[in-house]
């Protein structure tokens, strides 16, 4: 999942604020910024970097201007991508994201954004037990998120995305074991092997359930959300002990997978009538 310019507009929404002195390095560090802001707008990311951080060296207290170098540092960044100057980019990013935390622990896009960078730098993470680590990071700062914004839909979906990427490796690696493959049915063959998944990650699979409903409180036709119920519960019915609840599961996945399907029927019939074309 890459949503790496979800809060972008958030970030350009700061403006260029009105500075308090009429002092020539703060006139020169607006200067810069509305020049960096200008070729940000036009995507030129690296004349942007340079401006702001003109803005930045001008006047070390200009919030606005740290916030918009780290995101034009941070789009510059490709999940997934191990070259030395993508890392740069990243690092780079979340050095000056946490120097406006420093200043502001609450800041709320400079949250956003290192719940987002830490979620989106597990992606590009080969071993299992780092990328597990990263992720466990991206979840605090999702929570931290919550504390801050308690209707943040994309933070509860992102929860439950984080625990799902946590459960079905071990799901996988079980499944392998056992010599099922993906398209055989469940539930695990083996009832320790149930025995100990349903012991170490029951609680990871309902809090997931959990933050993904919580995302359907606040938005009922997120669809994404839905997709992923599907996924918990198909899943999770591998754990089952008794036919009826693998059964019960795996209604309810096919339940979450066809309303999100609806959704999206709808939605694209919603945006075909809004642009004039044809309902399919």
Not at 209 to 229: R, T
Request: charged share 30%; aromatic share 10%.
């Amino acid at each position: 999942m890459k949503r790496k310019c979800t809060y972008l507009v958030a970030a350009l929404a700061l403006g260029v604020v009105a500075i308090a002195s009429t002092g020539c390095q703060k006139l020169k560090a607006r200067d810069s910024l509305n020049k960096g802001v200008q070729a940000f707008k036009n995507a030129k990311y690296s004349d942007a970097v340079e401006k702001f951080k003109t803005a930045v060296d001008l006047d070390p207290t200009f919030t606005s201007a740290r916030l918009y170098l780290a995101v034009a540092y941070y789009q510059q960044y490709v999940p997934g991508a191990d070259s030395p100057e993508n890392l740069k980019m990243l690092n780079a990013g979340r050095e000056q994201f946490m120097k406006v935390l420093e200043e502001d622990p609450n800041n709320l896009i400079a949250v956003q954004y290192m719940a987002q960078l830490n979620f989106n730098e597990s992606s590009g993470i080969a071993d299992l037990s780092q990328k597990l680590a990263k992720l466990d990071e991206a979840k605090k700062w999702y929570q931290k998120l919550l504390q801050i914004d308690p209707n943040n839909k994309e933070a509860y979906y992102t929860l439950g995305v984080i625990a799902w990427g946590k459960w079905y490796p071990a799901l996988l690696e079980t499944r392998n074991k056992l010599g099922m493959r993906l398209e055989d049915p469940g539930p695990l063959k083996d009832k320790k092997a149930r025995d100990d998944l349903r012991a170490q990650y029951w609680g990871t699979i309902d809090e997931a359930m959990q933050d993904l409903k919580h995302a359907l409180d606040i938005d009922p036709k997120y669809d994404d959300a839905m997709s992923y119920m599907n996924l918990l519960y198909r899943e999770r019915a591998d754990l089952a002990d008794t036919p009826d609840e693998y059964k019960a599961d795996i209604q309810s996945a096919d339940k979450w997978l066809d309303q999100a399907l609806s959704t999206r029927k709808a939605k694209a019939n919603a945006a075909g009538q809004a642009t004039g074309a044809p309902a399919k």
